[in-house]
T-cell receptor, first 109, second 116 residues
Framework: QQPVQSPQAVILREGEDAVINCSSS?????VHWYRQKHGEAPVFLMILLKGGEQKGHEKISASFNEKKQQSSLYLTASQLSYSGTYFCGTENRDDKIIFGKGTRLHILP | NAGVMQNPRHLVRRRGQEARLRCSPMKGHSHVYWYRQLPEEGLKFMVYLQKENIIDESGMPKERFSAEFPKEGPSILRIQQVVRGDSAAYFCASSPGTVKLNTEAFFGQGTRLTVV
């Protein structure tokens, strides 16, 4: 089952914050976050495995709620380089990652 | 250590021809995943392979599409008798273990197939 991402698109000014949500109707085993720039390969950001887990990656961090049905990606003090499409991927112990439709993030100078 | 290599980067085929897309995983990776991406859409899972085995092909169309990952050589995604609707970007990803073991998958640059 494909996870649901929201919002579909975000426009920010440089320095502003953003939150991207990823939710599932069932408990998940893990959540994988990727960023893809136009015409390029998706690039791995982080994996969350445990309920209640939070991970950071410089000014990009993510959380996985206790029930393991929702994850959020936090972008703090956004930079121009953060522009792209963010995908959450969910894995349910079946060895494959199912991706959401993506959230397009555009950062204005 | 080279990343995941896909070729060709761009492929143009006429309707009815065959398309062969190649993916060489990262060194030491024995797990390969194929995804299809339409413009402005997400990555749709197609098939998961390990060396010489198809593990999960639940996302592959039943007809015209096939995939293999031989003992030697790259993984191949083959589309026979292509139609315009097959036009998309096809991405391959590889990982050293199964993704359920908390290992990340690395993506190649993709092959952009255009059917004319």
């Amino acid at each position: 089952q494909q996870p649901v991402q929201s919002p579909q698109a975000v426009i920010l000014r440089e320095g502003e914050d953003a939150v991207i949500n990823c939710s599932s109707s069932k408990a998940l085993y893990s959540v994988h976050w990727y960023r893809q720039k136009h015409g390029e390969a998706p690039v791995f950001l982080m994996i969350l495995l445990k309920g209640g887990e939070q991970k950071g990656h410089e000014k990009i961090s993510a959380s996985f709620n206790e029930k393991k049905q929702q994850s959020s990606l936090y972008l703090t003090a956004s930079q121009l380089s953060y522009s792209g499409t963010y995908f959450c991927g969910t894995e349910n112990r079946d060895d494959k990652i199912i991706f959401g439709k993506g959230t397009r993030l555009h950062i204005l100078p | 250590n080279a990343g995941v290599m896909q070729n060709p980067r761009h492929l143009v085929r006429r309707r009815g021809q065959e398309a062969r897309l190649r993916c060489s995983p990262m060194k030491g990776h024995s797990h390969v995943y194929w995804y299809r991406q339409l413009p402005e859409e997400g990555l749709k899972f197609m098939v998961y392979l390990q060396k010489e085995n198809i593990i999960d092909e639940s996302g592959m169309p039943k007809e015209r599409f096939s995939a293999e990952f031989p003992k030697e050589g790259p993984s191949i995604l083959r589309i026979q008798q292509v139609v315009r609707g097959d036009s998309a970007a096809y991405f391959c990803a590889s990982s050293p273990g199964t993704v359920k073991l908390n290992t990340e998958a690395f993506f190649g640059q993709g092959t952009r197939l255009t059917v004319v």
